[in-house]
């Protein structure tokens, strides 16, 4: 302990009752930009999770039952106190995460979005009619809540993630526990503040904070959890996915990504550069959908390169409340190590940094790398920080092949004014998400959001929650 005064001390919200981790073990949280004190939480373990999904499997017995205006309706309470608490959620993004204002405020009102798409999801949890060839037979389809839903969320964006899963959970009458990453308890904590305070009933919502690779596979792996959600790393997503199929636990996976960006000799580059800057640099790569890898037709490849070094040079790296900011520290020591390592592997092997690859305090400023070669670290690998590189490429079929050379398939974009290619494209990327003259950071609450491949198993979003997060059951009436 630092001897400071203001440390918030956080603990596990279950079956309506805060409570501290049994055995009354804490873990410190720091403040990315600095490194300093930011909270303890409680350290969850396995009986505390154990506790959780008991308090969600027997609230699940009376919520199921609960109509659509009620779930509505605490939904959107959820929205109006959340819009209340506007400074806690957008402070504690930035101290606890190290978000810039900007991106604070973005994901602040994109999760607003998010509570209000699950309300009108209470509305459209429907069946349907089905034709019956035994006569005087009346046969239909309903659906139903799975039970408990296991959400476990990152750090980079808590709040979306937090908002979307959650919401769309309850929405459709589930119970959840949420084990939050241990770099983003306090935002999960506030949520959960603003939760009971909407009048959620008791147990429906549980937090269980603590170190994932402690605690993980005790709620991923519990007989009464009925559904999960991860956002994470592919490597612990794949363990994730391993659990779930020994009990045959129906699950969303979104992972990793080395998302590509195509941009051809038609493209307008006064339109491209800002989009291109947004697509990588955003919260400084810390995104599963930022743009690692751009590859540029001969023609315009010097220009691109040149434009792109001058936007990236400018890029704010200043005080994490001032609008001008955009560079956001990387969150932790190990994660800093990683990208340190990507690119001086890509400096030894005869890559060229066109700009960045130098540290202010905990934040890397924003790197291009040229002449990258298959050989490097960084070729493949995602890097999850504020690394891309670039590489020229003859014509629109050989920057398909090489974007879609990887073992990812997240998202993916092309900046073209040939409608021909554009769409050809759209058909052909392996990516889940593709888009067409815009940058591949992009998201809406009821959009099917996801990859393929390593990026991941199934698709988030209000209508494709609605179908990963209830059941069907076939019901017959002999008239």
Not at 159 to 178: E, P, Y
Not at 405 to 411: A, F, I, K, R, V
Request: proline content about 5%.
């Amino acid at each position: 302990m630092d001897g400071r005064t203001d440390i918030r001390s956080l603990r596990h919200y279950i079956g309506g009752q805060w409570v501290d981790a049994s055995g009354g073990a804490t873990f410190d949280v720091l403040n990315p930009l600095d490194d300093s004190h930011y909270a303890h939480a409680a350290k969850g373990t396995a009986d505390d999770v154990r506790k959780a999904v008991s308090a969600a499997k027997e609230a699940f017995t009376s919520y199921k039952e609960t109509t659509p205006t009620e779930r509505e309706r605490w939904l959107l309470r959820v929205a109006e106190i959340m819009e209340t608490r506007q400074k806690d959620l957008v402070d504690c993004l930035i101290d606890e995460i190290g978000s810039p204002v900007q991106k604070a405020m973005f994901e602040f009102t994109k999760g607003l979005t998010m509570i209000r798409a699950a309300a009108g999801m209470c509305r459209n949890v429907r069946g349907e009619t089905i034709p019956s060839d035994r006569p005087g037979t009346f046969s239909m389809s309903i659906r139903e809540p799975l039970g408990v839903v296991a959400v476990i969320t990152p750090f980079n964006v808590p709040l979306i993630k937090t908002t979307r899963l959650v919401a769309n959970a309850l929405a459709v009458g589930n119970t959840v526990v949420h084990l939050p990453s241990e770099m983003a308890p306090h935002l999960t904590v506030l949520f959960a503040e603003i939760v009971a305070e909407a009048g959620v009933p008791e147990g429906a919502y549980n937090v269980v904070t603590g170190m994932g690779a402690e605690i993980g596979d005790d709620l991923t792996g519990h007989k009464d959890v009925d559904f999960v959600t991860f956002t994470g790393s592919t490597v612990v997503g794949q363990h994730i996915n391993e659990i779930c199929a020994k009990n045959k636990t129906p699950n969303t996976l979104e992972l990793g990504g080395k998302s590509p960006t195509i941009i051809l000799a038609d493209a307008d580059l006064d339109k491209v550069m800002p989009l291109a800057a947004r697509s990588m640099f955003m919260f400084a790569g810390q995104a599963c959908i930022a743009s690692s890898r751009f590859y540029v037709e001969r023609p315009l490849y010097d220009e691109f390169v040149k434009r792109f070094a001058m936007i990236v040079g400018k890029l704010g790296m200043g005080d994490l409340r001032d609008p001008n900011t955009v560079i956001a520290p990387a969150i932790s020591p190990r994660q800093r190590d990683r990208i340190k390592t990507h690119i001086e592997d890509a400096r030894a092997k005869g890559a060229t940094i066109v700009a960045g690859g130098e540290w202010v305090g905990n934040r890397c400023q924003p790197t291009l790398l040229t002449d990258v070669s298959d050989d490097m670290t960084v070729c493949r690998a995602e890097t999850f920080g504020p690394v891309t590189s670039i590489y020229p490429v003859d014509s629109y079929e050989e920057g398909l092949a090489k974007a879609n050379d990887t073992e990812y398939g997240l998202s993916s974009a092309i900046f073209t004014k040939d409608i021909d290619k554009a769409f050809h494209f759209a058909r052909n990327s392996n990516a889940g998400m593709c888009h067409i003259n815009g940058p591949t950071i992009h998201d809406e609450a009821h959009v099917p959001f996801g990859g393929n491949g390593e990026s991941g198993v199934g698709r988030e979003g209000t209508d494709a929650d609605m179908e990963a997060m209830t059941e069907l059951k076939w019901v017959t009436v002999q008239l």
